[in-house]
Each structure stands twice: as structure tokens, then as C-alpha cells.
């Protein structure tokens, strides 16, 4: 690829976006420089649509665009030189990406719609999380379109007290199936090391964890509604919760180089 090094990448995120803390922790950890630049929600899409995409993350690096997080990961796992996040052993990639698509699939829409019912009406939080970083023009609009976003944001994730308890149901199962796999004592989900799969695990589950190092913006777990935080204790109190926990604890902030 050229002109990889001559700036550094820039990716685009929303701030309290789980795959883009999914994207960013893969880059912190490669050690692979970039740019955030970050975007409150419905504006996020001029930013990606300029670039080919139309979710965040969207990782922009020389000549190239990666429009989903796994591409990113990816892309980043080639640039380091491979055998980082994916091992390079066919099977246990392909057990690793297995479990990257589970997760993606699955644990980060369910987890997310779980949460923005919990939280949508928690305008002061939205607002807080939502522009952390983003433009003073786009911290400025979005007090404006917020109500709107909102909107938007029920009728795309469908959200309804039915969909939203199958939502909280569907992350307990996909806890406990993280559960089964680590009962033979195994510190991680494959090649007993850290890989795209632990990963992808923690950054998608963090939404319903609040774990300490969690770099998405978020509120703190003292601020959210009662029922919410009830939630969130017991699913911390699994074997996956505490996983999650400690890979963000000793994983987050550890970086080649
Ligand atoms: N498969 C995508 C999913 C990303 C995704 O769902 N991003 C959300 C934010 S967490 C988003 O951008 N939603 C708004 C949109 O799709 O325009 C990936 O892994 O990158």
C-alpha cells in the first residue's frame, strides 16, 4: 500500500461508539499511529459517506479506507506484521475469527440496544457522552438535533420493551456461552494469548460492564438510572463479566514497541 507512513491514519469514530473503541484499542495496542476524529451522531455520515463507507468506525490510512472495525483490525494485524491479534496458524485464525463475527453479529447489537433503551431518555448524559471531542460546531447542534437523533435511534434499533428484554436475554446467552469456554481455566478465548477474538469480546461487551479503562465516552456507573446499574452489577458477577473486566484491567493500555 503507499503512502501508509507519510500521515498518520485517521479514524473515524463517534465517541461513545462500542466498534470504534473495538478499532481503537486494536490501533493503541499495534501502536499503529492515527488521528481520532470523532463525530456526533447523523453528522458521523458525512465524514463516512466522503470516505465509502457509512457506520463508524471508518479507519482512513494512506490511499485506503477500512469501512468496518474487523477490516481495521485486519488491516493493522497485516501492517504489524501479522500473527499479532489473528495467529497465523489457519485453524485458530479461523477460531478466532469465528468468534470476531459472533460478537460483532450479535453482542454488539444487542448489547447496544439494551443500553440506548436504558439511556435515551437520559438527555443530560446523551448530550455529555455524545460530544466528547467532536467539532464546537457539532457540540453546538446537537442540544438541537438531539430529540431527532433519539428518534432515529428507537425506529432504527426497533426498540421496545419486547425487543429490548430478547436483547438483555441474547447477551446473557452470549455471556454464558463466553462462560463455557473459559471453564477449563484458559486466560483467553484461543492460543492462550491475546487475540482479535478477547478483544472484540470486551470492547462489544463494555456497554453493559462500565470497566474501568473503557475508552468510548460513557457515564459513570453512579449516574445511571437504578435498574440499569442492577444490571450491569450481575452481569459483571459472570465468569465473561469478570473477564472482561480483567482483559480491560491488563490488555487496554498494553502496546508493542
Ligand atoms: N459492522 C460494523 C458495525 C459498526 C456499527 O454498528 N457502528 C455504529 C456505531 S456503534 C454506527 O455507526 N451506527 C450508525 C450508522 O450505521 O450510520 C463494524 O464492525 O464496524
Given at each position: 500500500?503507499?503512502?501508509?507512513?507519510?500521515?498518520?491514519?485517521?479514524?473515524?469514530?463517534m465517541p461513545h461508539?462500542?466498534?470504534?473503541?473495538?478499532?481503537?484499542?486494536?490501533?493503541?495496542?499495534?501502536?499503529?499511529?492515527?488521528?481520532?476524529?470523532p463525530h456526533i451522531p447523523l453528522l458521523h455520515r458525512l465524514?463516512?459517506?466522503?470516505?465509502?463507507?457509512?457506520?463508524?468506525?471508518?479507519?482512513?490510512?494512506?490511499?485506503?479506507?477500512?469501512?468496518?472495525?474487523?477490516?481495521?483490525?485486519?488491516?493493522?494485524?497485516?501492517?504489524?506484521?501479522?500473527?499479532?491479534?489473528?495467529?497465523?496458524?489457519?485453524?485458530?485464525?479461523?477460531?478466532?475469527?469465528?468468534?470476531?463475527?459472533?460478537?460483532?453479529?450479535?453482542?454488539?447489537?444487542?448489547?447496544?440496544?439494551?443500553?440506548?433503551?436504558?439511556?435515551l431518555a437520559e438527555r443530560s448524559l446523551l448530550r455529555q457522552a455524545m460530544s466528547r471531542d467532536v467539532p464546537p460546531l457539532e457540540a453546538a447542534l446537537l442540544p438541537v438535533i438531539l430529540p431527532t437523533i433519539v428518534r432515529i435511534i428507537r425506529k432504527?434499533?426497533?426498540?421496545?420493551?419486547?425487543?429490548?428484554?430478547?436483547?438483555?436475554?441474547?447477551?446473557?446467552?452470549?455471556?454464558?456461552?463466553?462462560?463455557?469456554?473459559?471453564?477449563?481455566?484458559?486466560?483467553?478465548?484461543?492460543?492462550?494469548?491475546?487475540?482479535?477474538?478477547?478483544?472484540?469480546?470486551?470492547?462489544?461487551?463494555?456497554?453493559?460492564?462500565?470497566?474501568?479503562?473503557?475508552?468510548?465516552?460513557?457515564?459513570?456507573?453512579?449516574?445511571?438510572?437504578?435498574?440499569?446499574?442492577?444490571?450491569?452489577?450481575?452481569?459483571?458477577?459472570?465468569?465473561?463479566?469478570?473477564?472482561?473486566?480483567?482483559?480491560?484491567?491488563?490488555?487496554?493500555?498494553?502496546?508493542?514497541?
Open positions: 500500500m503507499n503512502n501508509d507512513g507519510a500521515h498518520p491514519a485517521v479514524l473515524i469514530t461508539s462500542h466498534y470504534s473503541e473495538k478499532a481503537r484499542w486494536a490501533l493503541d495496542r499495534l501502536s499503529l499511529p492515527y488521528q481520532e476524529q465524514a463516512t459517506k466522503r470516505n465509502g463507507g457509512s457506520s463508524v468506525p471508518l479507519l482512513v490510512h494512506g490511499r485506503a479506507r477500512f469501512i468496518d472495525s474487523t477490516d481495521i483490525l485486519m488491516h493493522a494485524d497485516r501492517v504489524g506484521g501479522g500473527d499479532l491479534l489473528y495467529p497465523r496458524d489457519t485453524s485458530l485464525r479461523q477460531e478466532v475469527e469465528a468468534l470476531e463475527t459472533r460478537f460483532d453479529e450479535e453482542l454488539g447489537p444487542h448489547a447496544r440496544r439494551w443500553v440506548y433503551a436504558q439511556l432504527a434499533l426497533r426498540i421496545t420493551p419486547e425487543s429490548t428484554a430478547r436483547s438483555l436475554e441474547r447477551v446473557g446467552s452470549l455471556f454464558k456461552e463466553v462462560d463455557d469456554r473459559l471453564e477449563d481455566g484458559r486466560q483467553f478465548l484461543v492460543d492462550g494469548r491475546f487475540t482479535a477474538a478477547d478483544l472484540t469480546f470486551a470492547a462489544l461487551a463494555a456497554p453493559v460492564l462500565f470497566p474501568t479503562g473503557y475508552r468510548a465516552a460513557y457515564p459513570a456507573l453512579d449516574d445511571v438510572p437504578v435498574a440499569m446499574r442492577n444490571e450491569v452489577l450481575r452481569l459483571r458477577d459472570t465468569t465473561a463479566g469478570r473477564f472482561a473486566l480483567r482483559l480491560y484491567l491488563q490488555e487496554r493500555n498494553r502496546s508493542r514497541s
